[in-house]
Every structure is written in C-alpha cells, then in structure tokens.
C-alpha cells in the first residue's frame, strides 16, 4: 500500500558566488532535501543553511512578505523566498540572485543602495508647501478615497522584484523602473506636495523615466504586494505627455 504521506524530495540548484573571495567563480550547487508541509522557500534555504552548507548566503528579516530582503530569481522569475510555497513549485528548483542590483554573494543582493539612490534622484519626499512649513500650522483632513489611493502605492517594500524582471532597466543603467514610478504617482496624489507635472516631466519626462517603459509589464507581473503598476505608468505617460506637448 502506497504511502500518502509521503513527501516530495526536492532538488535545489543554487547559484554560487562570492565576488569579494579570490578565485570564487560562479557555479551551480545542488542541494537536496525532504519536503515539509507548508515548507516555504525560506524554510528550506534556513534548513540547507543549518545541516548542510553553513556557508550560503542569503538575506531575510521579517519572514512576512514585509521587508523585500529574500527577493531572488525563483525558477527564472522574481519573487520571494518567505512567500513561496514549494508545494507550487517543481521537484527541481533553481535559484539566482536577483540582477541588475550589486550581488554582495551567492543569493544576496544589495538593493538598498539603488533604492537609496533612487529615492534621492527621484527627491521621494513630500515637498511641503510653503504656509504649511510652519510648525502650528493646522494639516487639513485628507480625503479617505485619496488616502486609500496614497496607502495602496505607499504599500511598496522596495524587494526589487519589478526592478528585476523590467527588459528597460537591464538595457538602461539609469533606468527608474517601476518602483521609481509608482513613488513619484504617490507623491503627485499627495495634495501636501507642492510640486507641479512640470516637476515631475523635468524628473521623468525622458528615455530613463517614463517614456523608456516598453510596456511589457512583467513588473506588475511579479509585484509581491499586488501595486497596480501598469495603471500607475499608463497614466503618468499621458499626464507627463500632456506637459511636454504644451
């Protein structure tokens, strides 16, 4: 009689590669091991980690889909390892650290200084009005559908896995991405932001911004939080358009 609780035994392909070790070349391992229910990927890179290769690296904190830091290439696409069910994936699983950003070793990339960079181009601030500068100045109530509008983009974890999977940015250097783009429709939502679409053309209005998006949208493909990316980006092309043809 066959054994229905038999688990799967799953075969892992990790890329390994440590840039800051002399003579670390980029190569697959194999790893294996038994499957467990509800196993996520994080499970079973934690367990690989402790009873088989203490030295693999990758990056985790929240374990909840909230911090973006086990974003890696799952099978070919972007995605994270804490919300990966192996149960959805094949008994013969590849992983890859995500590209475009600066690998640091094996799955471990450093998005967070792209982000920063980013944040800093792109000024992801509010630019608070002049009259409202004033500390006893009164903010007035936001309305709750603009508020919701506001929460939904600023739901963005910054994983890198729209940054990851967009053809643009692996062609342009300067590419802002999804993530840059879906930041500045915030902030243009935001009516305490004091900047105008003319603003926002002199930040996006170029082959880097907004007109260098090719429309494949596989960034709101592998968006983790769900961002409606694609509508974000349509609709700053038409408003940024408008400005530019003035």
């Not at 590419?175 to 930041?183: D, I, N, P, R």
Request: proline letters at 5%.
């Amino acid at each position: 009689m066959t054994d229905q609780t038999a688990h799967r035994k799953l075969s892992f392909r990790i890329l390994r590669y440590n840039p800051q070790e002399n003579g670390s070349t980029p190569r697959l391992q194999r790893y294996e091991l038994e499957e467990a229910d509800g196993m996520t990927l994080f499970i079973a890179l934690n367990e690989i980690r402790e009873q088989q290769d203490p030295s693999l690296q990758f990056d985790f904190v929240c374990r909840a889909g909230i911090c973006g830091s086990c974003g890696m290439m799952i099978n070919g696409r972007p995605g994270l390892a804490c919300r990966t069910l192996t149960r959805n994936l094949p008994p013969e699983i590849t992983l890859a650290p995500l590209p475009i950003f600066e690998l640091i070793g094996d799955l471990s990339v450093n998005t967070g200084r792209w982000m920063r960079d980013l944040g800093e181009r792109l000024e992801t601030w509010v630019h608070m009005k002049a009259g409202e500068l004033d500390l006893g100045h009164i903010e007035e109530t936001m309305d709750p559908d603009l508020a919701e509008q506001i929460y939904l983009l600023d739901r963005c974890i910054e994983c890198g896995c729209c940054v990851a999977a967009c053809g643009t940015a692996r062609m342009r250097e300067d590419f802002v991405g999804a993530v840059g783009l879906s930041k500045i429709a915030r902030f243009r939502l935001d009516p305490r932001d004091a900047r105008t679409d003319a603003d926002y053309y002199e930040l996006i209005g170029d082959d880097d911004g907004v007109f260098g998006c090719m429309s494949l949208l596989a960034c709101h493909d592998v968006c983790p939080k769900n961002l409606p990316l694609k509508t974000q980006i349509a609709f700053l092309r038409r408003k940024i358009a408008a400005v530019g043809i003035k």
